[in-house]
């Protein structure tokens, strides 16, 4: 099911400005990795370059490899469409669907794309996802009312349930628990926590004690200056990165002597 | 010393501030009237100088006794206060008076006769006397049609370029040709559009051809201006992080449009269609030329003259008759009705199909 993800040398683009340069790294198969780093430092562009949501933006483009079970996500043949379906997505804001109610929302995935399911087939995914994403006690009776009438935690995990529904293989987070408050995001720590028995998981966060509690590994992504590319300065397992990080920078962003 | 004096020794911050009591504008407003009615019943006016004289006696008297009482920064607030008030009632009053003259001019031409009969004299086959036909259905018929097939030749193509323009177009030399040609669109005249319709139908079915499909291409086009640009507006306002949430579900482009772009924007979407109905259902130009007129009820769209209302309205008043004046009254308010339903039935399936907050 889980599949690992192997990033060689990915440059990437908005147009004629580069972004994120020369990143290399082994994002391992039922995991959770982080990736840390300061503002606009290419973190989120990096985690939309792993399911090619990156070229949505008009201009956008990538160099480089990306390897998903053995194979490239750049190459011509691949359908990003496909390589969606696989590699699912959370994004850092809530954004459930305003016209469907939270049965539907759940579906999205099976619905928009038309594939046919039964009535028991979608009540069993709608529950199982809901589960998975823990919020199933809290919506159970109201399933038919709209996904946008929940408060901002419970659209999260209701995006999170949407993005489940689909079984990807890969699930990368945007900053998922930024908007949040503590409760919400401690739920969602759990969820990423039980999630990872299934699926590899990259989250993007700029919380360091999130980073440490949920990862297996991280990355720190900082920039040499402004305007210039974002890179890759240390990806280690997170107990090297938060005891005894390689780098001098890392050890700075983590202790707080950011520069 | 008043007591208002007296607060302000009492408090070293000053809060208080002379103020006009409640019933000040009430009051201003009821004088002026009173002056104003006095003044004509005096020099003979009618009332509506009555009227505009009582407005702008309320436009100055309220500021100046403002500006004795609470200072300037208040004088000045009260005067585009009532200059406000005053451009609402200008813009307001000609709509009231169309449609209470409407009303009263239309109301006795609209019976049972009137709504079932077409324009075609009759012979009453007891008295052998002919009577006119004194009808509209032939008219209401055909501009439904008409309006009908010059919405089903709109709606695609204005939504199609939209959503060419919002989804794909993006800052591309050919979008903003579109929409430069949108917009000139938008200030054809009406009577161009219809010229336009004969001369195109005229190459492929000779000259003097008349069908109520022409009718419904010489609307349409000024149509599809409208309904690109309401369209075009209301799926700007679908936020990007929507169509982002169905691309990451694997869901391809032009099913993430169909399925959520479109459902979201869907309610304005309508309203603006409607409202573009209701600018073109009143045109009579184009109609005149493109369609033609007619006492008899034609109810194909594809052969021969048609009757619509507007060119009914303005072939009635053309027959100077007290006969002729009230069947043209009757259409108009036939039509304006036609218009305030297609309003209300626009907010009505515009609110059914808004995104639902659930609070």
């Known amino acids: 099911m889980a599949k690992s993800i192997d990033v060689t040398d990915l440059d990437i683009y908005y147009g004629d400005f580069k972004a994120v340069e020369g990143v290399t790294m082994t994002i391992k198969a039922k995991s959770v990795t982080a990736f840390i780093g300061p503002s606009g430092c290419g973190k989120s562009t990096f985690l939309r370059s792993l399911n090619r949501m990156h070229e949505v933006i008009p201009g956008a483009r990538v160099e480089g490899k990306v390897m998903v079970d053995g194979q490239s996500l750049y190459d011509p043949s691949i359908d990003p469409v496909e390589v969606r379906r696989r590699i699912g997505m959370v994004f850092q804001r809530p954004n459930p669907f305003p016209t469907m109610s939270i049965y539907d929302n759940v579906l999205a995935g099976n619905r928009l794309n038309a594939r046919r399911l039964g009535r028991a087939e979608a009540d069993a995914i709608v529950e199982k996802s809901l589960r998975g994403a823990n919020l199933w006690n809290e919506v159970k009776d109201r399933l038919g009312k709209p996904g946008m009438g929940l408060s901002g935690g419970q659209q999260q995990r209701l995006c999170i349930a949407r993005a489940i529904a689909v079984e990807p293989e890969v699930l990368l987070m945007d900053e998922p628990c930024s908007a949040l408050d503590p409760i919400s995001t401690a739920a969602i720590e759990d969820l990423i926590h039980e999630l990872k028995s299934s699926y590899t998981i990259v989250i993007v966060t700029h919380n360091m004690q999130q980073a440490a509690r949920v990862s297996d590994d991280t990355g720190f992504f900082n920039l040499k200056a402004a305007g210039q590319p974002g890179h890759l300065v240390e990806f280690n397992p997170t107990k090297t990165m938060f005891t005894n990080p390689e780098n001098e920078s890392t050890e700075a962003y983590i202790s707080g002597r950011f520069g | ?359």
């Open chain 2, 1 to 359: 010393m008043t007591t208002a004096d007296v607060t302000m020794q009492t408090h070293s911050l000053p809060l208080h501030r002379l103020r006009l009591p409640q019933y000040a504008v009430p009051m201003v407003m009821g004088t002026a009237v009173v002056v104003a009615a006095l003044l004509g019943l005096l020099l003979g006016w009618g009332w509506v100088p009555m009227a505009i004289v009582a407005i702008l006696l309320t436009d100055v008297a309220l500021p100046l006794w403002s500006r004795l009482v609470e200072g300037r920064r208040a004088a000045v607030d009260r005067l585009v206060t009532a200059l406000i008030w005053t451009a609402l009632v200008c813009a307001l009053a000609p709509l009231a008076w169309l449609l209470i003259k409407t009303l009263a001019s239309g109301i006795p031409a609209i019976n049972g006769h009137f709504l079932t009969h077409n324009m075609v004299q009759q012979l009453d086959p007891v008295t052998f006397k002919t009577m006119p036909g004194s009808g509209v259905v032939h008219a209401l018929l055909g501009t439904l049609l008409v309006t009908l097939g010059a919405t089903i030749i709109s709606v695609p193509v204005g939504l199609m370029t939209s959503v060419y323009l919002v989804e794909y177009g993006r800052g591309r030399p050919i979008a903003r040709v579109i929409t430069l040609l949108v917009d000139v669109m938008t200030g054809i005249p009406s009577i161009v559009a219809g010229l336009f319709a004969l001369a195109l139908f005229s190459v492929f079915f000779g000259v003097g051809t008349r069908m109520g499909v022409m009718g419904s291409i010489a609307l349409s086009l000024l149509m599809i201006p409208t309904v690109v640009r309401s369209a075009e507006e209301m799926m700007r306002l679908v936020p990007g992080d929507l169509r982002e949430a169905s691309y990451a579900l694997g869901v391809p482009k032009w099913r993430t449009i169909l399925k959520v772009v479109l459902p979201t924007s869907i309610g304005g979407i309508i309203t603006g269609v409607m409202l573009a109905i209701s600018r073109v259902i009143g045109e009579t130009a184009p109609l005149l030329v493109a369609v033609g007129s007619i006492d008899v009820t034609n109810t194909n769209l594809f052969s021969g003259r048609m009757q619509t209302l507007p060119v009914f309205i303005m072939t009635e008043y053309q027959t100077s008759t007290p006969a002729g004046y009230r069947l043209a009254w009757g259409g108009a308010l036939l039509l304006i009705a036609i218009v305030m339903v297609l309003n209300l039935a626009a907010r009505i399936i515009g609110k059914i199909f808004a995104p639902k907050t659930g609070h």
